[in-house]
């Protein structure tokens, strides 16, 4: 059913709404369109219900350049899978052309149009200019990879009137898309495509190890398979350097594949355009293990992925017990233990899905001390890291001055510093360690006089120092990834502490050694950063505060977009956090309370009054 506009206005183009599970359509409302005015904006579409989807109206007979512009500005935030009622609103020649998938600019608000779009005030013309304005927040571009980018947004549309027809129609417009910030959050969702990492293995056999990579889809346009096409162009431009793909070049779908579903088993057959002859047994488990991780990020539920090469043969198929076998994935890791020092400084651990609630007596109801120096307490003990395998424990003792690794087990020894520290109070000494899942350690030196960043490979042997190439300040804490191929870092400048991301470039032979590479901000509001730590495969749990404001905590998405989840509760005097890949593992924070968990679905909890530096292993 559709909406009808009555009186004497002009109607406008409008859009459809339509409730896909109950086949309705209807036209989302009419009101009249001035042909001359003052600046007037798009007003964005309100935030819609998963079921509902969004479809714009095509162009009504003889309207102006204005209602034309509203028109196909509406279009562009429409769920039409190919725009193709957008470029009704162009020129024969100009829908041709325009290629609406080469970026997506994203603004505070709607586009605004300016004043001049209509020769009204002048000679009857067969052309006007239209001028959009806006704040521009980000872009995402070709690669679908979010870029934070605040500037002016001022692009010029030209239209011309059919002399024959009489109807006005865009034919000058630059590629991509516009739209206010709401109506992208409507249209689009990140998801986590997966590659691996070129140069980190795991375990004796080389495991390899799943790195994500946040793109951006349109949620409601065949999402399943706008992801596989986007997971077999390759990685983004960002990640590129640092992983690989196991689909051999130039794999796509076969053509005219649309509409990937799962079947009533949760099983996803992928139709592809490569021969059998050209895939190993091994690589391609591996290519059905990055569909895997990648769709499950749209499909909870899917258990299976079966690929099909080009004349519809069966290549292989992964189950999601056979996935995790295959690759290294951190979230899919459930830590065994949470770490922290107790009241006597002594490294003590308690079960991850213990519920006691600690007192401050000894190790906290719950926890107890390690096997090993490490639970007999004394060197000063004041932060620690707990391998990925939670078999070996690196501490910062000695007041900070001196970074030393031990065995978790029985009869171990503590050893001599792997890397010490001059800088005269412990706030300028050694920040918090942090291992990669190849067993690598890492550790900032926050001496201002000589601030460093070491990796200590494998966690023993000689520290080598780490080359961060355009670091804006002074490193004060650093927090690597579990795949090894990212890594997240406070940056202290003119006494401010941000956040920056940073990717991983090894050795590759050129004997250029180990650096931090590609530093960008995911969080720029923020000035004052504490604490950090990382909360999933693309994601961080960071606590600062914005300029002239109080303590958050907050998710951060690494490449600078907002998530929709909801922030923690609010806890006063944060001093240090601790949170998991694996989503479903509380986090943990060190505050004015002591040792504190938030369970899902409750409150902060106190677990140890008097213990510090809780963390997960990594």
Not at 146 to 163: G, I, S
Request: hydrophobic content about 35%.
């Amino acid at each position: 059913m559709a909406a009808d506009c009555t009186g004497g206005a002009r109607r406008r183009p409008g859009r459809a709404v339509a409730y896909a599970a109950l086949g309705i359509v209807v036209l989302a409302g009419c009101a009249s369109m001035p042909d001359s005015g003052d600046l007037r904006d798009v007003e964005s579409t309100p935030r819609q219900d998963t079921g509902v989807r969004v479809f714009a109206m095509p162009p009504a007979e003889g309207v102006g350049p204005g209602e034309i512009m509203q028109g196909f500005l509406e279009a562009l935030t429409s769920d039409d899978p190919g725009y193709d009622t957008a470029r009704k609103y162009l020129t024969a020649d100009a829908a041709r052309v325009w290629r609406p998938e080469r970026s997506t600019t994203v603004l505070a608000n709607g586009p605004s149009i300016a004043t001049n779009c209509n020769p009204g005030g002048r000679e009857e013309t067969n052309s006007a200019t239209c001028v959009l304005t806006g704040a521009q927040v980000a872009t995402v571009d070709a690669q679908q990879a979010y870029q934070p980018a605040e500037a002016p947004y001022r692009k010029k549309l030209h239209l011309t009137k059919n002399p024959k027809s009489g109807q006005w129609r865009i034919d000058g417009l630059p590629d991509g898309v516009v739209m206010g910030k709401s109506d992208f959050q409507r249209n689009y969702t990140s998801v986590d495509k997966y590659y691996f990492a070129s140069n980190t293995a795991v375990g004796s056999g080389g495991q390899p190890v799943a790195v994500a990579d946040p793109v951006f889809v349109r949620s409601k346009v065949d999402p399943m398979t706008q992801l596989v096409r986007s997971l077999l162009h390759g990685p983004t431009t960002w990640l590129g350097p640092v992983v690989r793909s196991s689909f051999p070049t130039g794999t796509a779908l076969k053509k005219g594949v649309s509409g990937l579903a799962p079947d009533d088993q949760n099983k996803l057959t992928v139709p592809l355009n490569i021969k059998s002859s050209r895939v190993t047994a091994g690589k391609c488990t591996e290519m059905a293990t990055q569909v895997l991780f990648t769709l499950r990020n749209l499909v909870p539920t899917l258990e299976s992925v079966e690929l099909r090469g080009a004349g519809a043969d069966r290549l292989c198929e992964v189950s999601e017990e056979r996935a995790e076998s295959v690759a290294w994935h951190g979230s899919a890791r459930r830590p065994e233990y949470l770490y922290f020092l107790d009241g006597k400084h002594r490294l003590v651990r308690m079960p991850t899905g213990s519920t006691g609630t600690g007192t401050g007596t000894g190790a906290g109801a719950g926890a107890d001390r390690v096997p090993g120096p490490l639970g007999e307490g004394g060197n000063g003990l004041l932060s620690v890291a707990v391998s990925r395998d939670e078999d070996t424990a690196a501490v910062v003792g000695d007041r900070g001055a001196s970074l030393y690794t031990s065995s978790l087990a029985a009869g171990g020894s503590l050893g001599d510093p792997l890397v010490t520290s001059a800088g005269g109070a412990p706030a300028e000494r050694l920040a918090t360690p942090s291992w990669d899942a190849r067993g690598d350690l890492w550790v900032a030196d926050r001496d201002p006089h000589r601030p460093r960043l070491f990796v200590v490979e494998q966690g023993g042997g000689k520290p080598q120092q780490v080359a961060v190439p355009d670091l804006p300040g002074r490193i004060t804490d650093a927090r690597v990834a579990a795949d090894g191929t990212r890594i997240a870092l406070v940056v202290e400048k003119d006494g401010k502490q941000s956040l920056s991301i940073g990717r991983i470039q090894r050795d590759d032979g050129t004997g250029q050694g180990i650096s931090v590479d590609g530093l960008h901000s995911p969080a720029p509001d923020l000035e004052e950063v504490s604490a950090i730590s990382w909360a999933g495969d693309s994601r961080l749990l960071v606590v600062g505060q914005e300029h002239g404001g109080v303590q958050q905590m907050r998710y951060v998405q690494i490449d600078g977009s907002a998530l929709d989840s909801p922030a923690p509760g609010a806890l006063p005097g944060v001093k240090a956090i601790a949170a998991s890949e694996n989503e479903r593992v509380p986090l943990v924070a060190y505050s004015d309370d002591g040792i504190v968990r938030l369970p899902s679905g409750a409150q902060w909890q106190k677990i140890d009054k008097d213990g510090t530096a809780p963390v997960y292993p990594g």
